[in-house]
């Protein structure tokens, strides 16, 4: 019964690391690789506002959510704006920023056990005799909260509907008066402000330190890469296929070998179906 | 003006500036105190404070006397980011031979955080003769490799306490709690990294020796973010007691949580430094009660009320730096290492790093940690029976007082015991 449930937290946890991720990269092609420095550049700034302005810890999550937010849009428009359309090149652009983010908060001296962020509820239940704490039913939640209120969002909203036109066909949908751009930076923003939500639910679990920001990159690559790198159920697939995958093996192999699952799968499935489970990106080709 | 007028007056200048001293009056060379080591670990960043208090007492009575010259301390630091999960040996090593080769360091101070860099590290230090005074690295693998060629590593020391040390410490409790506790089955967790099998490795073995039942003895990567795995094992097959060694603040962190968070009934001991630091209860919660760690070596983290210059170097350090040491390890030994090198220096009437090492061989300092000497492997002597003899530890639990506010209480040895262990409602029998 642990292994089914603590394997359910832990698929939600990597589907949270992920879902800004592949938004912004099925949307715009964008392989966000800041992202990870993002999620954990947002964990401090909550901190930072908690603990040097005083501020409640739900106003400083929000606060966390809006600067990741601004800090994705930013990027589109000073980093990105010139390089579109060049895969490789976006790829470096936002791995250096991410990797400045990073190191500039180790410089900062962002390191230790201070760094905290409170759970939202102390406490937790036994459930069929496994113990769960009701931070990771928060989690729980807010995983289902954010895939189920994504899918509203690109099928019921103007910004959504946009957001499936660029995906489908960005000339298609500058033909029809999208503005690309300016989506292209939305996408940004809504991955960044993603990635903080993440933050804010999977943080107060431990404490904080910078290098969280690469191990979450490889999370979101490993589930984006296994599921499909623009499909969304190819994501919720790769995270219960990686987060299932790590528990079993730390229970059964032993605890070392849980690290080495999602580089494992990574490879498996480049190796085997490069698009992915779920992805359309090079379907063609492999079927050739 | 005379042309005449003009070259006396320059050369009355010119003499005046030759004349006149470059610095202030009586202004001597530094002596230069060089600390390489992970800034990016609480025992780093909290053992360079200490360092640094040490040598700011140091410099307002004069500084340390060379043979007949006082001369102030100078430190020279460089984060060799040994400590970050994914920094390689290599890096950190550069890091290392820059300082040194740089910066000249008449002595360095703390030196590696991970023992893998201190194992590496060793042939540097040597190479370059610059005697070391180790606080950090706990690898019985230090003495085993000073053993090889005792006459090429006599440039390094290890202040502090190793594994072993520490492990007897734990043993000695581990059997506190079978004996007199009636605690049966243990569960062993710990950081995959080479000190942290060693201490937990020994602590395995002790348990096998003395009848306790081993459920497991697993290792994790040094950068896990889950152990439902561990603790689910460890309550399914209902350990009394989990046994836990980590450093890494991300994954140790996340284990106290957790830990509390699953409420698993067994009782917690070991090292994991977020539960022993004396800001836990904010970090982790209520749940670090009945919590028990080891602090290596005393004066670390914990003011001891029969220890009074535990007491003094704490609240000075707490009055510089406002807040007391993160981690429950090795800031005394940081604190301690710079004395030891004063007095050696004085000893010496030199900074020749030969003359240097047969001074710190006939170290005999008391200090924070304890009375401190070195043995014939350069390691400092700790014991468990006398802080006046050898250098010592300390076993704490986390306990309510009368008011209810959790604080830690020594337990072990007796010596320094202010509270007997308690154990959790859910597991008395």
Not at chain 1, 57 to 72: P, Y
Not at chain 2, 76 to 93: I, K, N, Y
Not at chain 2, 131 to 143: C, D, K, R
Request: aromatic fraction near 12%; hydrophobic fraction near 50%.
């Amino acid at each position: 019964m642990s292994l089914l449930i603590y394997g359910l937290i832990n698929s939600v946890i990597l589907a949270l690391y992920t879902v800004g991720f592949s938004l912004t990269y099925g949307i715009s092609g964008i392989a966000n690789f800041a992202h990870g420095a993002l999620y954990i550049l947002s964990g401090f700034a909550a901190w930072t506002f908690m603990n040097a302005a005083g501020l409640p810890f739900w106003l400083s999550g929000i606060l966390a959510v809006l600067i990741s937010a601004i800090i994705g849009f930013v990027f589109y428009w000073v980093l990105l704006l010139r390089l579109r359309g060049i895969p490789l090149a976006e790829l470096i652009v936002t791995f250096a920023a991410g990797v400045a983010i990073l190191e500039l908060l180790t410089w900062k001296g962002f390191y230790g056990i201070r760094y905290s962020l409170p759970v939202l509820v102390r406490g937790g239940v036994e459930i069929f005799g496994v113990g769960i704490d009701y931070q990771r039913f928060i989690v729980l939640a807010c995983g289902v909260f954010l895939v189920v209120g994504l899918w509203l969002f690109v099928h019921h909203t103007r910004i959504g509907l946009a957001f499936r036109a660029m995906a489908q066909n960005e000339r298609t949908a500058l033909s029809i008066g999208i503005e690309s751009d300016w989506i292209g930076s939305l996408s940004l923003a809504f991955g960044a402000a993603l990635a903080a939500v993440a933050a804010m639910v999977v943080l107060p679990l431990g404490v904080m330190e910078s290098t969280i920001g690469y191990e979450v990159l490889i999370y979101a690559l490993a589930v984006a890469i296994v599921g499909g790198l623009e499909s969304t159920l190819g994501m919720i697939a790769g995270s219960f296929l990686i987060g299932y995958g790590q528990i079993a093996a730390a229970r059964y192999i032993g605890a070392k070998w849980m690290i080495i699952v999602p580089l494992a799968a990574i490879v498996f499935v480049l190796a085997v179906r490069p698009s992915g489970l779920f992805g359309k990106f090079k379907e063609l080709e492999e079927r050739v | 003006m005379k042309k005449g007028t003009i070259l006396f007056s320059i050369a009355v200048l010119i003499t005046t500036l030759l004349i006149i001293p470059a610095g202030p009056a009586g202004a001597a060379k530094p002596i230069v105190i060089g600390v390489p080591t992970s800034l990016y670990t609480p025992f780093g960043r909290d053992g360079l404070k200490a360092v640094k208090l040490a040598v700011e007492e140091l410099n307002a009575k004069g500084g340390v006397k060379v043979g007949s010259e006082k001369r102030p301390l100078k430190v020279v630091v460089a984060d060799t980011r040994g400590g970050e999960p994914s920094t390689p040996v290599h890096d950190a090593l550069m890091a290392y031979e820059r300082l040194i080769t740089k910066e000249k360091p008449d002595a360095i101070v703390i030196g590696a955080f991970r023992s893998e860099v201190l194992i590496a590290s060793m042939d540097l230090v040597s190479k370059y003769k610059v005697p070391q005074l180790g606080t950090i690295a706990q690898s019985p693998g230090f003495q085993k490799k000073f053993m090889k060629d005792p006459k090429k590593y006599k440039y390094l020391f290890r202040v502090t306490t190793d594994a072993l040390v520490d492990a007897t410490y734990l043993n000695n409790t581990l059997d506190i709690l079978k004996n007199k506790y009636g605690l049966k089955t243990a569960y062993f967790i710990y950081q995959d990294t080479l000190w942290a099998k060693a201490f937990s490795g020994l602590m395995s073995k002790h348990c096998k020796k003395t009848g306790w039942k081993q459920i497991g003895f697993d290792g994790y990567a040094a950068g896990a973010t889950d152990f439902s795995p561990a603790l689910t094992k460890a309550k399914d097959e209902k350990a009394d007691l989990i046994g836990m060694v980590w450093d890494v603040p991300l994954g140790a962190g996340v284990f106290a949580k957790q830990y509390a968070a699953m409420k698993v009934p067994a009782l917690l001991i070991g090292f994991i430094p977020p539960m022993a630091s004396p800001m836990a209860v904010k970090t982790v919660g209520p749940g670090v009660e009945y919590a028990m760690s080891i602090e290596f070596p005393v004066g670390a983290s914990l003011p001891l009320k029969k220890l009074p210059k535990t007491v003094d170097f704490l609240s000075k350090f707490k009055k510089k730096y406002g807040s007391l040491p993160e981690a429950a390890a090795v800031n005394s030994s940081a604190y301690d290492a710079v004395f030891i090198l004063a007095e050696a220096i004085e000893r010496a009437g030199t900074l020749d790093p030969d003359k240097l090492v047969a001074a710190l061989e006939k170290t005999d300092y008391k200090g924070v940690s304890g009375r401190i000497r070195f043995n014939k492997q350069h390691i400092a002597v700790f014991g468990t029976k006398d802080p006046n003899e050898t250098g010592v530890c300390v076993i704490f639990q986390w306990q309510k007082d009368a008011s209810g506010k959790l604080r830690r209480v020594p337990v072990y040895p007796d010596f320094l015991a202010e509270g007997k262990i308690q154990l959790p409602p859910w597991m008395k029998k």
